[in-house]
């Protein structure tokens, strides 16, 4: 019984490091992404800190509710660009070990 309770905390331990590996990577990989027709360029890094914003000098001028309503919309496509490649990144390493949305 405690054989296989062994094996299990092993390969606890062995995807607990992968996951930190994988943040790792994640905190030095670039995801770039636009919105409001290129106007607006973010770039984040996989573990969702944005790096870059950019803001075409047409938005600055604009509205100021609707400069919000795009940075928001961009914003969150970009953090949903970094959850996925977090998401897939980390599937990569649990092989099922792990439920999903433990990570």
Known sequence: MFGKLGDMMGKLQEVKKKVEEIKAK??????EVTGASGDIKITINGNRKIQKLEIA???QSASKEGLQEQLLLTINKAIEAADKRSADEMKSVAGGLIPPGLL
């Open 26 to 31: 994640l905190e030095n990989e670039k995801i």
């Open 57 to 59: 000098s047409a938005l």
